[in-house]
């Protein structure tokens, strides 16, 4: 089994992995401007991990030309890539930017092929099997076995519960494992603290006379923190597209940990319409805006920071990582953003909650921990040659690959175990 990264070595964005030429996991875009994508390929099938912009985003892609691969993923996953395919044409549709078009996007329903966890499928002529990864709804740790070899790609995980999923407890046996290592230099603080920590700032600005903006990304984030705001009373709106999936999530309860909080929560915020003006009143009220782009690089948020940003009262709550280049990133380093072509200063008071999805330093080397003989390929990160070397250090056999870099999967070791 002879491996291809087309894209996720040594960087967080456009994840793409070949094998043998013939099955493509993930096919995914960055989040610069515009949107870089992953190296050219046929293949005659693909499986998506989940439906991230930077796993997912560029799949429609693959279905331009010719060649219509199937394409496999848990049910959320192919909603999620669909829902994020066509937010991306609204965004560069018409322009270069955009690497795909609509009738792509349409073609996404004849190829789709739907699966559950722990369900084995036939894939370019490979077995396939999802286990859950404790990323989002749907997201899936990848096992491919050709009948000699095994490997298990990761994707992104979590080992760690959240509100939303449950955290990863599969362990399948592999023969060689593509890690991501996304926060491999990173601890987390407990989630019960993080929370903590939010709601306590949140009440007191509420009580204050204050509002909070809370830009957060709408797929995952967007829910777990209306399961919070449900959790700790707090008063919230949501807008954006997390709207959408937040209804979409609810059709799919077996992907989620606990349905009726999602449920619950649901009830509990009140979805924006925006008509009418209505979001310049609710950035008057005393409330939390859960709402998209949590880089602040678009959405409703554009509407809403400008409208609250004068007040030191007011707060604007960041939930997830900023990369460099983002208003978002701009704000927290200089207290001041572009939003809308102009450079904004912003009085109200500006802080970052860790309410990542991914596994940190300690949670990776516990999933590791279970394929101490087993060679790592470590991908998906900024300092992967950094993590692979402190692998080697432990007594793993552990490498980072190149972009466009061959790697041959070992035959299997049961033999030997």
């Excluded at 991914?358 to 990776?364: F, I, V």
Aim: charged share 25%.
């Amino acid at each position: 089994m002879d491996i291809e990264f087309l894209g996720g070595a040594g960087e967080i964005g456009r994840s793409a992995v070949l094998i043998d030429g013939s099955l493509l996991i993930d096919f995914g875009m960055s989040t610069d401007n515009p949107p870089r994508l992953p190296l050219d390929c046929e293949p005659d099938a693909v499986v998506v991990s989940h439906g991230h912009l930077d796993h997912a985003g560029a799949v429609p892609a693959l279905l331009s030309g010719e060649a219509r691969p199937p394409v496999h993923w848990t049910p959320p996953t192919g909603e999620l890539a669909t829902t994020l395919a066509r937010d991306t044409l609204k965004l560069h549709g018409g322009s270069y930017r955009c690497p795909f078009t609509e009738t792509d996007v349409a073609r996404l329903t004849q190829v789709s092929e739907t699966h559950g966890y722990g369900e084995p499928f036939e894939a370019a002529g490979y077995e396939v099997t999802l286990y859950n990864a404790g990323h989002i709804p749907g997201s899936a740790h990848v096992l491919i076995s050709d009948g000699e070899s095994r490997l298990l790609y990761t994707g992104d995980f979590h080992t760690d519960s959240q509100r939303l999923v449950p955290a990863t407890t599969a362990r399948p046996e592999a023969d060689l494992v593509i890690c991501e290592s996304t926060y491999s230099d990173v601890e987390h603080d407990p989630r019960s603290e993080v929370e903590e920590r939010f709601a306590e700032s949140v009440r007191t600005t509420l009580w204050e006379g204050g509002t909070v903006v809370v830009p957060a990304f709408a797929i995952g984030r967007t829910q777990e923190l209306l399961l919070v705001c449900a959790e700790y009373d707090i008063p919230c709106y949501v807008d954006g597209m997390g709207k959408g999936v937040t209804r979409m999530l609810r059709r799919h309860p077996g992907f989620v940990r606990d349905p009726a909080a999602l449920k619950r929560a649901t009830s509990h915020a009140r979805f924006v319409t925006g008509r009418d003006g209505q979001r310049k009143r609710i950035a008057e009220q005393n409330a939390a805006i859960v709402t998209t782009s949590g880089m602040l690089s678009g959405g409703p948020a554009m509407t809403y920071i400008p409208e609250i940003r004068g007040s030191p009262v007011n707060k604007i709550a960041m939930t997830g990582y900023q990369v460099e280049g983002t208003p978002g990133r701009e704000l927290l380093d200089t207290g001041s953003a572009e939003i809308d072509g102009r450079v904004m200063p912003v009085a109200a008071r500006v802080e970052s909650y860790d309410f990542s999805a991914h596994a940190d330093r300690e949670g990776l080397l516990s999933f590791l921990s279970s394929y101490e003989e087993t060679p790592i390929l470590v991908n998906h990160g900024d300092r992967c040659g950094a993590f692979a070397e402190e692998l080697r250090e432990g007594g793993y056999e552990a490498s980072a690959p190149e972009l466009g870099e061959d790697v041959t999967v070992p035959s299997s070791r049961r033999g030997q175990r």
